[in-house]
């Protein structure tokens, strides 16, 4: 028996980057796409008709705008006591980075951006491998969904707490998925976590500094773009830069964070594995790790050398998650600690720093 086609509906108002886009995906046996419009009032009256099951959504465009248009889809789905998935489809402009950020945090599945080099072959081919690593993952997310729940075995959290913590910063990592998720965990966890933290989350170059100020403005505290030779300070949420390693040092008593250039590691740069490394190393084990939502398995090696160093390591649950592999592949490592739904880390994270609220 052969599963049903994934039904795919294309928002752009570019005629000729819709027909880039059907070329693309014509490549995927597994899905149809069932409609092309031009807006975002189009694609509205298109899915009040028959709601698709995935959409590629152009954030840029006039009349209704993408993001009006993804809450939209959303409450349709939402009606419909249905999931939707929408790729947003995003430009290398200012104006299209901090959209795609808001976009993200308001719950798209993921985003791809737009080939603009000269030879349209490799375009089309850049594209293609793009949507092959999007699409792939909202598929396993799909299936997982699907199937029977899952119990993870994890340790639980004890119960008393210690006045004084032992931790002397967080770590966090997190790819698809991660912006929804840390705009749900972060405003109830930075104004009053009282230790350092750092987060790696997977985003181009462009991308980091408009999701730095997006967060400081949803945390009301502060939240920067991480600097080569800044000194950690505590109440501050550091942000690793995209396309740079963050890595941290103990120098003199103070946490100091260092940017590299070295490859990418586990096809990510920044990668969370490089920064819960140093954590362990910098921090002498004395430091909570956490895991969010996102594809592949990066930050599960870097969690059994925090372990080994004595670290508490925290995952996000499966049910809460976009993609579960980072969490997953970390449980499968054997170095969580406590599986928790999303909205329950932060005050997880502030008991053990002894904080109670």
């Given at each position: 028996?052969t599963?049903?086609?994934?039904?795919?509906l294309?928002?752009?108002?570019?005629r000729?980057?819709?027909?880039?886009?059907?070329?693309?995906?014509?490549?995927?046996?597994?899905?149809?796409?069932?409609?092309?419009?031009?807006?975002?009032?189009?694609?509205?009256?298109?899915?009040?008709q028959?709601?698709?099951?995935f959409?590629?959504?152009?954030?840029?465009?006039?009349?209704?705008?993408?993001?009006?248009?993804l809450r939209?889809?959303?409450?349709?789905?939402?009606d419909?006591?249905?999931t939707?998935?929408?790729?947003l489809?995003?430009?290398?402009t200012?104006?299209?980075?901090?959209?795609t950020?808001e976009g993200l945090?308001?719950?798209a599945?993921d985003?791809?951006?737009k080939?603009?080099?000269?030879?349209?072959?490799?375009n089309?081919a850049?594209?293609?491998?793009?949507?092959a690593?999007?699409?792939?993952?909202y598929?396993?997310?799909?299936?997982?969904?699907?199937?029977?729940p899952k119990?993870?075995a994890?340790?639980?959290v004890?119960?008393s707490?210690?006045?004084?913590s032992?931790?002397?910063?967080?770590v966090?990592?997190?790819?698809?998925?991660g912006?929804?998720?840390?705009a749900?965990?972060?405003?109830?966890l930075?104004?009053y976590?009282?230790?350092?933290?750092?987060l790696?989350q997977?985003?181009?170059?462009?991308?980091?500094?408009?999701f730095?100020?997006?967060?400081a403005?949803?945390c009301?505290s502060?939240?920067?773009?991480a600097?080569?030779?800044?000194?950690a300070?505590?109440?501050?949420?550091?942000?690793a830069?995209?396309?740079?390693?963050?890595?941290?040092h103990s120098?003199?008593s103070r946490?100091?964070?260092?940017?590299s250039?070295?490859p990418?590691e586990?096809?990510?740069r920044?990668?969370v594995?490089?920064?819960f490394?140093?954590a362990?190393?910098?921090?002498?084990?004395h430091?909570?790790g956490?895991?969010?939502?996102?594809m592949g398995?990066d930050?599960?090696?870097?969690?059994?050398?925090?372990?080994?160093?004595?670290?508490?390591?925290?995952i996000q649950?499966?049910?809460?998650?976009?993609?579960w592999g980072?969490?997953?592949?970390?449980?499968?490592?054997g170095a969580?600690?406590?599986?928790?739904?999303?909205?329950?880390?932060?005050?997880?994270?502030?008991?053990?720093?002894g904080?109670?609220?």
């Amino acid at each position: 028996m052969t599963s049903e086609l994934m039904r795919v509906l294309i928002v752009d108002d570019s005629r000729i980057f819709r027909g880039v886009l059907e070329e693309a995906l014509a490549d995927f046996s597994d899905l149809k796409v069932v409609g092309s419009v031009w807006s975002g009032e189009k694609a509205l009256e298109f899915a009040k008709q028959s709601l698709p099951d995935f959409v590629t959504l152009d954030i840029e465009m006039p009349g209704l705008g993408g993001l009006a248009t993804l809450r939209a889809l959303r409450a349709l789905a939402a009606d419909q006591k249905k999931t939707i998935g929408v790729l947003l489809v995003s430009s290398h402009t200012k104006r299209g980075a901090a959209v795609t950020i808001e976009g993200l945090q308001e719950g798209a599945f993921d985003f791809l951006t737009k080939p603009e080099g000269p030879n349209q072959q490799a375009n089309l081919a850049a594209l293609r491998e793009q949507l092959a690593t999007k699409l792939a993952a909202y598929r396993s997310s799909r299936g997982s969904r699907n199937a029977a729940p899952k119990v993870a075995a994890a340790v639980q959290v004890a119960a008393s707490v210690p006045r004084k913590s032992r931790f002397s910063a967080v770590v966090i990592g997190a790819s698809t998925g991660g912006p929804e998720a840390l705009a749900r965990l972060l405003p109830s966890l930075a104004p009053y976590c009282p230790v350092p933290m750092f987060l790696v989350q997977h985003l181009p170059p462009d991308f980091t500094g408009y999701f730095s100020t997006s967060l400081a403005r949803r945390c009301g505290s502060a939240v920067v773009e991480a600097q080569d030779g800044m000194i950690a300070q505590p109440k501050h949420l550091y942000v690793a830069p995209g396309g740079r390693h963050l890595v941290l040092h103990s120098t003199n008593s103070r946490l100091v964070m260092k940017l590299s250039d070295t490859p990418p590691e586990n096809g990510c740069r920044p990668a969370v594995d490089v920064l819960f490394r140093s954590a362990a190393l910098a921090c002498s084990g004395h430091v909570l790790g956490v895991v969010l939502t996102g594809m592949g398995n990066d930050g599960a090696k870097g969690c059994v050398v925090m372990k080994r160093a004595g670290a508490h390591v925290i995952i996000q649950d499966e049910a809460t998650s976009v993609v579960w592999g980072m969490p997953g592949s970390t449980l499968a490592a054997g170095a969580a600690d406590e599986v928790l739904p999303v909205d329950e880390i932060g005050s997880a994270i502030l008991s053990h720093l002894g904080i109670r609220r």
